[in-house]
């Protein structure tokens, strides 16, 4: 799955059998918000955002409104991705929308600027991917957090 942000000239490229396996963790948590950590890497010109794994967290919070993640516990494993070849590490966040749609509420769009501003995460434009369960009907949006505010992907063909 390719993806593409128009204004800012950026691209995700993502495997859908990756998307497939989220889809299936988030839906053994529903009907609560479940996620975790996108993991990859950039191409040279930091155009390309490769998503190539997730990480789940070891502790976290979740209700039918909201998510919240710790990422203590899971150093170890970062760096084992680090090592890889090419060096992978973390690239943003994924959660899902029980009963909603995949758009990025207020609260997901602070909590992605919130991250973007953190002094330790090892990124500037963090990404947040976000599943949204309606019925039978599964929905994906795919955003960026650049200077505070957030844009969003559109699928290409």
């Given at each position: 799955m390719n993806l593409y942000n128009?204004?800012?000239?950026?691209?995700?490229?993502v495997d859908e059998i990756?998307?497939?396996k989220l889809v299936k963790i988030g839906d053994l948590?529903?009907?609560?918000?479940?996620?975790?950590?996108?993991?990859?890497?950039?191409n040279e010109t930091f155009k390309i955002v490769y998503i190539t794994d997730y990480v789940l967290p070891m502790k976290y919070?979740?209700?039918?409104?909201?998510?919240?993640?710790?990422?203590?516990?899971?150093?170890?494993?970062?760096?084992?991705?680090?090592?890889?070849t090419p060096s992978q590490y973390y690239i943003g966040?994924?959660?899902?929308h029980p009963n909603?749609?995949?758009?990025?509420?207020?609260?997901d769009r602070i909590a992605l600027n919130k991250i973007a501003e953190?002094?330790?995460?090892?990124?500037?434009?963090?990404?947040?991917?976000?599943?949204?369960?309606?019925?039978?009907n599964?929905?994906?949006?795919?955003?960026?957090?650049?200077n505070g505010k957030l844009y969003e992907y559109e699928q290409r063909k």
């Open positions: 128009n204004e800012l000239d950026v691209f995700i490229s990756l998307i497939e948590y529903f009907p609560k918000e479940y996620g975790g950590f996108l993991v990859g890497y950039y919070e979740n209700t039918s409104t909201s998510f919240k993640r710790e990422p203590s516990g899971l150093e170890e494993l970062f760096e084992e991705l680090y090592i890889k966040e994924w959660h899902t909603g749609i995949s758009k990025a509420s207020s609260l953190d002094k330790s995460t090892p990124i500037e434009n963090p990404i947040m991917l976000i599943i949204g369960y309606q019925r039978e599964i929905t994906l949006s795919f955003y960026v957090s650049v």
